[in-house]
């Protein structure tokens, strides 16, 4: 089989994975060899799908021995099958990287044989990247669930990112759909991963000659509607996986029908409202200082449709607002629907040279068309205040004008993580 | 009484000027300053350029406020006339508050100039991706471009870090400026005839599997052209090697 044959068949098998994040690790280009890294990441391409194309995503090979119900590669899935050598794999690496098509490697492949013999493999391609090739763009790998844990060590001084697929939110979803995956396989990788990471950032400060151990961290990600967890219980497990395993991400994935199979749902398509609002609310963990209880709770587990969950939290709490734009902290005006990060870094930036006006709100560039709802400037409010929350989400809904159907609701989705 | 003053068009005349005002100027704030277009009944004092006096502004506003000399060097990329007293009064307010004047976005010349430094650094920031090379039939790389700003040299710097072993040329097809970068030395010129260099033998092949790994990355049901366009905007496509032929 030729190269292009190859690519084909192992850049279209690795495509569902969502992580393409290119940022976090700052490494400079060895001095007779190729590529660094830059800390905020570069984006190369944009996809048809609009994704943000930053690394040469493939698979090693997609002839694997499991038979998850919902991936692509799946055994008894009658689907060509390719693998690379690992010379292949670095020129083409080297080839589009010279040519700037390319920030780096992702590098993730079906089980072939074992978790070891695969993931030796792999680890075998970065290897050889950086030491014979002394390349020093971007590495992310995946951590074939299984594997030994001097694997994930030594795949770890290679990769700027490692990452382990958690896949599915629960071991009883992973036991129907995935039966040869277990979640022992998975969390503890990711444990390992954690205490490595921790490990050597302590090492490198009192050496700076200490080995780098994955320094743009490890991230996950969950398949999203193949299996019956609700939203709920998706937020608690990613804000565990932030604050037990300090992940840097958790990318969740909209289930796209790969293959038929009578223990998954049927879908119309793949519900990507449902992924967005979960990056929103995955955002509010991490960023705006919610946790996930704010968020959601068992009586009410499913993420609001209509509304961006900060937005669905204000309405719930009356009682917090208004804000008062001229004198709230960063952190509570991080909670006013509608203002994000750079707005509230920008409010708390323009008042220190004087009073903000409902003008200068808006010249600042803060949109106010969701805020107006929730503040005031100065003590003065842009909306006639204490209207019931019932009105405001009529008025969210239909917008301005009276015209202005619900159908008219943004449909645009954009996928959050383009800089994180 | 406002007073106005003139300069002779350059960067390094509106820098020296701006330098001279701020020393000489009780209130800066006051004060216009605009390129002299040598009409008759043109009004104001015209500033002479003087090199040294406008790197010195530069490196002193460097070391007192970092982040807004570096506002100021992606607003010149930009080019951008008529915006000089702006640029004036921010560089004064810079020396006032230091880097917190980038807050002040209530305060128009403020506004005016970071919002053309970000446009700029935007550019700038997306053309580190967005340029392609192509190999040359003598193994050096070549990469044309065309955008808005003049950001080649930034540019360059930002190759001279990452692509350190190989040799390779910017050319910036609009403005007939090229960099070039061979053996650890970078240098800067411009171009006045330029003929399209013969390719490498494979370079059509590899370019052949970076259209085929495009295409086959995209997730067919998530097809949204609307997002890919205002990621990347279609006035970039002309150098794009996955966007050609369509």
Known sequence: MDILAKLQILSGAARYDASCASSGSKREAPSCGTGNTSSSGICHSWADDGRCISLLKILLSNDCIYDCAYCVNRSTNPVERASFTAREVIDLTLDFYRRNYIEGLFLSSAVMRSPDHTMERMVRVAEALRTEEQFGGYIHMKIIPGCSSELVRKAGLYADRISVNIELPSQASLQRLAPQKHKHAILEPMALIGREIATSLVERKASRRAPRFAPAGQSTQMIIGASPENDFQILRLSQGLYKKMNLKRVYYSAYVPVTADNRLPVLAAPPLLREHRLYQADWLLRFYGFSAEEILSDDAPHLDESFDPKTAWALRHPEFFPVEINRADYVTLLRVPGIGVLSARRIVAARRFSLITAEGLKKIGVVIKRAKYFITCSGRSFEKPDQPPALIRQRLLLGESSDAAVSALPKQLVLPGLFA | ?246
């Open chain 2, 1 to 246: 009484m406002m007073n106005n003053y003139l300069y002779d068009g350059t960067a390094d005349g509106l820098l020296s000027a701006i330098a001279w005002i701020l020393e000489e100027e009780p209130d800066p704030e006051k004060v216009t300053i605009r390129e002299r277009m040598d009409t008759l009944f043109e009004e104001g004092f015209t500033i002479g350029t003087d090199a040294t006096q406008a790197e010195s502004l530069f490196f002193r506003l460097k070391q007192y406020a970092p982040d807004a000399a570096h506002t100021l060097y992606s607003f010149m990329l930009a080019e951008k006339e008529g915006m000089e007293t702006s640029l004036l009064h921010y560089v004064s307010l810079a020396f006032k508050h230091g880097d917190k004047v980038k807050g002040y976005l209530t305060h128009p010349a403020v506004r005016d100039i970071v919002n053309v430094s970000k446009k700029a650094g935007r550019e700038l920031h997306r053309m580190k991706g967005l340029l392609r090379f192509e190999k040359l039939q003598d193994g050096a790389y070549l990469a044309k471009m065309e955008p808005d700003f003049n950001i080649i040299h930034p540019l360059a710097y930002h190759f001279s870090c990452r692509l350190r072993a190989q040799h390779w040329f910017l050319y910036d097809v609009k403005r007939r400026t090229a960099a070039r970068w061979n053996n650890g030395s970078l240098q800067f010129g411009t171009i006045e005839q330029f003929t399209t260099p013969a390719l490498s033998e494979d370079e059509k092949k590899v370019q052949a599997l970076w259209q085929a790994f495009f295409k086959t990355i995209a997730i067919p049901d998530r097809k949204n052209p609307r997002l890919q366009k205002s990621n990347m905007p279609m006035k970039y496509w002309k150098y794009l090697v996955e966007k050609q032929g369509e």
